[in-house]
């Protein structure tokens, strides 16, 4: 069970600091992700962090995120910095018991509900 929190509406230029908490032992022993989608589109994978919090973040967004987790709290972490309007989007939380095709949304079987972020310009 994953509870994504932190989303809201800042403007350009600013930062947001998504959480997600996972119930049980999800955080520590998993693959984790954020994926995120917009309306129409297919859900986009943003950043994943292995059980040992090694990360992988999607190029199109490198530079401008830090995924990281608090094993002890069984939270993830997206800081997202320099947010830009294009970046509005529903975010989500995933796991997976294995980091294997990462981009790929039916390879994570747990999501949470999703936090909304808004970037006005």
């Known amino acids: 069970h994953l509870v994504e929190s932190g989303g809201g509406s800042v403007q350009a230029g600013g930062s947001l600091r998504l959480s997600c908490t996972a119930s049980g032992d999800t955080g520590s022993r998993y693959c984790m992700a954020w994926f995120r989608q917009t309306p129409g589109e297919e859900r986009e994978w943003v950043a994943a962090?292995?059980?040992?919090?090694?990360?992988r973040y999607a190029e199109s967004m490198k530079g401008r995120l830090t995924i990281s987790k608090d094993n002890a709290k069984n939270t993830l972490y997206l800081q997202i910095d320099s947010l830009q309007p294009e970046d509005t989007a529903m975010y989500y939380c995933?796991?997976?018991?294995?980091?294997?095709?990462?981009?790929?949304?039916?390879?994570?079987?747990?999501w949470g509900q999703g936090t909304q972020v808004t970037v006005s310009s």
């Open positions: 995933a796991a997976a018991r294995i980091c294997v095709a990462l981009t790929l949304p039916n390879k994570w079987n747990n």
């Open positions: 962090i292995d059980s040992d919090g090694r990360p």
